[in-house]
């Protein structure tokens, strides 16, 4: 049987978390503070405007949070500091790999280049592997509401730079249906380089038919999909796909996607051998960790020991680490002896 103090020290895996949504309220104070910029003495203060309601009344409320924070990331130095915190955090929770996203493009009002944000936030991945037990990755994203200029050139300068920290790209923001469609020459770009593979964001709200069609033009990951939810027939067709969901109960509930954890399909995933991993979403914007994900999961859904392992066996198995780092985390979590 599955306790929750085994959560905390099994070795998980992270896919899904976005830096800008996963900083403590205290590493912003002192970011701003170091930048001379105005923020609330109160970390009480800073926390409500961090922390999206428990039920938003739709995405867009969730991802307002994301304005009071974006301001303070705009040098090298807040952008390092920042990924060194949540790498810190991820560590402390039990986290053995974590692969953290971004947008180059909303951290550069300040006049960073593309390359400046990626090597900041590689740096501080880097720094937190050297003091902790684990490891990180980056993804980088294009943000769906900039124009597709912008999200192309990202995309390029990041592939010129081949910095071996960034492992996948991301397409992020408002979902509206059939958005592949409107960014697929920007997609075919970046699969015809081929050495940077795709996780999108899709099914985030109520269009499955996104899921799909973000697995036509090359993801092999898909952010949330809970679309997919009730849907007997398109969870049996997913599961014949190469690819992973990476799910995000708490974040679901907010945004409204679901009503309670207890809704989160859990149970049918598995019953029809969908592929799926669990992931925070944003720490701090959903006041959540990953344990807490998973204690939720026991709580209301009787995650068992095994599903446990399996998950995060799916998590480091579609991660986009190489070859060597996916064996040696999947060996942990392989043959993690449970008390």
Request: charged share 25%; with cysteine.
């Amino acid at each position: 049987m599955l306790k929750k103090s085994d959560i905390q020290s099994f070795p998980k895996v992270e896919l899904h978390c976005h830096l800008d949504g996963s900083i403590r309220p205290m590493t912003l104070q002192k970011i701003a503070k170091l930048q001379g910029l105005a923020i609330d003495e109160n970390i009480d203060n800073i926390s409500k405007k961090m922390q999206a309601p428990s039920n938003c009344q739709n995405l867009s409320e969730y991802l307002a949070c994301f304005d009071f924070v974006l301001p303070y990331l705009q040098t090298s130095e807040a952008l390092e500091m920042a990924a060194f915190d949540v790498m810190e955090q991820a560590s402390e929770d039990g986290v053995r790999y974590i692969e953290i996203r971004f947008a180059p493009s909303l951290s550069m009002e300040k006049g960073l280049s593309v390359e400046e944000t990626i090597q900041s936030v590689a740096s501080g991945i880097a720094k937190a592997e050297a003091k902790y037990p684990i490891f990180g990755n980056l993804l980088v994203i294009g943000m769906k509401s900039g124009d597709l200029d912008r999200v192309s050139s990202v995309f390029s300068e990041t592939h010129q730079l081949n910095h071996n920290k960034v492992v996948g790209f991301d397409l992020a923001g408002e979902e509206k249906d059939y958005f592949i469609k409107e960014y697929q020459e920007v997609l075919e770009v970046v699969t015809d380089l081929g050495s940077i593979p795709l996780t999108l964001h899709a099914g985030e709200c109520g269009c499955a038919h996104n899921i799909f069609q973000a697995v036509e033009v090359g993801a092999k990951r898909i952010g949330h999909g809970i679309a997919l939810k009730g849907d007997e027939a398109a969870q049996r067709e997913f599961s014949q796909l190469n690819a992973c969901i990476e799910g995000c109960p708490t974040s679901n509930v907010q945004t409204r996607a679901i009503g309670t954890i207890k809704d989160y399909p859990l149970r049918e995933w598995l019953e029809n051998n969908v592929t799926f991993c669990i992931s925070t979403d944003n720490r701090t914007v959903s006041d959540t960790t990953l344990t807490k994900e998973y204690r939720l999961l026991l709580e209301n859904l009787d995650l068992t020991q095994d599903e446990l392992r399996l998950l995060n066996h799916n998590g480091m198995k579609y991660s986009f680490a190489d070859a060597e780092l996916k064996k040696q985390v999947l060996s942990e979590i392989n043959y993690f002896e449970f008390n």
